[in-house]
């Protein structure tokens, strides 16, 4: 009688041990990228925050209506009460905004309102020639709102320049 010999398909434990380690090794790799990605993507959603502000702001500025000196503005309780001075480059409106992009405070308030998470700092500019009706604005976004760009650096920034017809 002839006995057969039977063939064990498997891994060794060398071959197991060898996978694990590469396995590991590729898993420490990805979890390192984790922490840059993670603060990519919150830095992400704050410019889109500050984005979304700064578009509000605009939108605020076109749609508000030229007045004759002397006459107040009949702008209701909406918009952020930005009128500009626009005759003259004059001292830049600044408001705060929380971090879900509503208004917090009033304009020019000193210091920031506690919930403020974004300063936006409108400075105006003449027309570049007499007589011309559109009017400029740099519209500047940044944040943490208790930094003053003046005087220290924030986190970030968003900023645009509009042409507004005035």
């Given at each position: 009688?002839?006995?057969?010999?039977?063939?064990?398909?498997g891994?060794?434990?060398?071959?197991?041990?060898?996978?694990l380690?590469?396995?590991?090794?590729?898993?420490?790799?990805?979890?390192?990228?984790?922490?840059?990605?993670?603060?990519?993507?919150?830095?992400?959603v704050?410019?889109?925050?500050?984005?979304?502000?700064?578009?509000?702001?605009?939108?605020?500025?076109?749609?508000?209506?030229r007045?004759?000196?002397?006459?107040?503005?009949?702008?209701?309780?909406?918009g952020?009460q930005?009128?500009g001075?626009?005759?003259?480059?004059?001292?830049?409106?600044?408001?705060?905004?929380?971090?879900?992009?509503?208004?917090?405070?009033?304009?020019?308030?000193?210091?920031?309102?506690?919930?403020?998470?974004?300063?936006?700092?409108?400075?105006?500019?003449?027309?570049?020639?007499?007589?011309?009706?559109?009017?400029?604005?740099?519209?500047?976004?940044?944040?943490?709102?208790?930094?003053?760009?003046?005087?220290?650096?924030?986190?970030?920034?968003?900023?645009?320049?509009?042409?507004?017809?005035?």
């Open positions: 009688m002839k006995l057969r010999s039977r063939s064990v398909a891994f060794s434990l060398v071959e197991i041990v060898l996978a380690g590469v396995a590991a090794f590729c898993l420490i790799a990805v979890m390192g990228t984790l922490p840059v990605a993670i603060k990519i993507q919150q830095a992400s704050q410019q889109t925050k500050a984005n979304a502000i700064i578009s509000q702001i605009a939108d605020d500025l076109r749609a508000d209506v007045l004759p000196p002397g006459q107040t503005s009949k702008e209701s309780t909406q952020f930005l009128h001075d626009w005759a003259a480059q004059a001292t830049p409106d600044t408001l705060y905004f929380t971090n879900d992009a509503t208004q917090t405070g009033s304009v020019n308030q000193s210091p920031p309102p506690t919930d403020a998470v974004f300063r936006a700092k409108i400075t105006y500019y003449t027309p570049p020639t007499p007589g011309y009706t559109t009017s400029l604005a740099d519209i500047k976004v940044t944040w943490p709102a208790q930094v003053d760009p003046a005087t220290g650096t924030p986190a970030g920034s968003v900023e645009t320049f509009i042409a507004v017809n005035r």
